[in-house]
Every structure is written in C-alpha cells, then in structure tokens.
C-alpha cells in the first residue's frame, strides 16, 4: 500500500478534470499496476492476512528433531553418518529476527531467523535459520515481525571443510526461498530457557533459531575477539569442557562498542537473543535493548 500511495498520485495528478466515471477507472487501473504482486513491483508485501494465517505447509518442530547421528567418540569427525539435505515446505513462519551486521567485514550476513509462528506455546525446535534465502518476488522487502513461507531444503551443515565440528554435531540450516504470507507486527516474545540448557549440544540444540531469555546472567571471563567476532563466554557451572561454554556474541549488532561492559564477574537480571552454533553455542542479542541489568 506504501507503494500504491505513490504510483496513484501520479495517476490523480491527471484527473483534475476528470468526469467521475473516468476517475474510478483510473483508481482501478492504478491499483491493478501498482499493486507491487507482479515482477515488477516494488516488493511491498500486502498487508491484508492470506485466508490460513498458517497455511498449508509443514509445521517446523516436525521436521527438525533430534540429532541421532552425533557421536562423542568422535572429537575429530571422521565418520559421521550425517543425515542426508531434504526438500521441505514450511509455512507461517515468524521472522524474529534480520542478521545485516557483518561483523567480519568478509560477508557475514544475510541469514534469517524465523520461528513457528502457529507454535503455541512454543516449544522445542521451533526455531531456524534460513540461509541466504531467496525471495519470490526477487525484490521482497521483509521485517521483523513478517510471517513467511520458505520453500527449499533442509540441510545439517556439518562445519566448513577445513575442520568440521566436533562429535559429529551439525547447525541444522534451510536454504530456499521466503514468501510473504502476512504482516503481523512486533517480534514475537522471547521464551525464557534455563541458562543450564545451553550447557550441553543436546539440550541447546533445541533452541537453536529462537529467541530466548536467560536469567541472572554473570559473565565468567573476559570478552574475546577474533576476525571481527567478539564474545564474552557465560558462566553456567563445571563439569563442561571448554568448548560448550556459551557466550554472548555480536553475530546481529555492534556489541562491542554499542553493548554494554561485558567484563569478568558482570551480571545482569536477563540476556535475550537468538541461539545461533559454530563450534559452540552463542546467544545473539539484537541490541542493547536486549540486556536487562
């Protein structure tokens, strides 16, 4: 509608003399170009809900479970039995959040991360990122809040060829392409997990996508950098090893320098973010509105 606002006022501007009749022919006409649903419109989504606010689709949480194939034996990897990409069609997914902030300045950005939006209340696996997806139309224009089908494939990437990650453990990932189904508004609300759940792959993996909260968050040592990423590790009880420690990390925003104080022994009242892996989990604040003190 943005759109049709500016394609009719170049259409009124001709009917200042216009007899009546000629005038709602041209209102016609103007809403039928400018409507932005064909190829070449602008990308504005229409704002008017489809008739199944959850379409037709597969629901998330039924086709991503648990990963059966992971092996602790296997610190190095070798021989994973990685189950193979599959063609999924997913409908009434709720974007919770846009990844523009390149934070390696090599291209780190793109991603999507959608929820379950028909999900109520949300529970596990609800949650997931979608890859460098696509749009139908190409100049889709999507924001938070949106409600999107994605058409593609299933993927569990195993890590980047020069060192996969360890045990076996995969990021589950769709790569394929986002459709707009409605506008519904704000994002939706966090779902409050136990810090504890992010200590092992099993119990975080279920969250991966989603947009979490953890409470009374203390940060267990000073924050790190490397290639542009910079994350402070969470304090969440012994008994781990060093790589399943999570952290906080700057994968959606300047948290270094726009975030606040992330030294040894800080705590806030509540962290919320999204739960992202590479090599260990990550919670992914949005911005600084994301940290409660």
Do not use: H
């Amino acid at each position: 509608m943005r759109f049709f606002r500016d394609c009719f006022a170049t259409f009124a501007s001709t009917c200042v003399a216009a007899r009546p009749f000629v005038f709602a022919l041209l209102v016609a006409l103007a809403t039928s170009a400018c409507s932005g649903t064909g190829d070449g419109g602008t990308g504005d989504p229409p704002s008017k809900p489809a008739a199944d606010p959850c379409g037709g689709g597969d629901r998330l949480p039924d086709v991503v479970g648990e990963p059966t194939w992971v092996d602790p034996t296997q610190a190095m990897s070798k021989s994973c039995s990685y189950p193979p990409d599959r063609p999924v069609n997913l409908s009434g997914l709720r974007i919770v959040a846009i990844d523009r902030y390149d934070e390696t300045g090599n291209g780190a950005s793109g991603n999507y991360y959608v929820q379950d939006g028909c999900a109520d209340p949300i529970g596990p696996y609800a949650g997931m990122t979608v890859y460098a997806p696509s749009f139908s139309p190409p100049d889709l224009r999507l924001a938070v809040g949106d409600v999107v089908d994605v058409l593609g494939n299933l993927m569990e990437f195993a890590g980047p060829t020069s060192g996969p990650f360890p045990q076996c453990r995969t990021l589950p990932e769709i790569g394929g392409t986002m459709t707009f189904r409605f506008e519904l508004g704000s994002a939706l609300p966090a779902k409050t997990i136990p810090t504890t759940d992010l200590k092992t792959y099993e119990g975080a993996r279920q969250y991966l996508g989603m947009l979490v909260r953890i409470e009374n968050v203390a940060i267990a040592d000073k924050a790190y950098e490397s290639s542009g990423r910079y994350s402070a590790p969470i304090d969440v009880g012994g008994g781990i090893s060093q790589i399943d420690v999570p952290s906080i990390s700057n994968e959606l925003f300047d948290l270094k320098n726009e975030g606040p104080l992330l030294a040894e022994g800080v705590k806030f009242k509540s962290v919320t973010g999204v739960v992202t892996y590479f090599y260990g989990f990550k919670l992914a604040p949005r911005s600084a509105a994301d940290f409660e003190l």
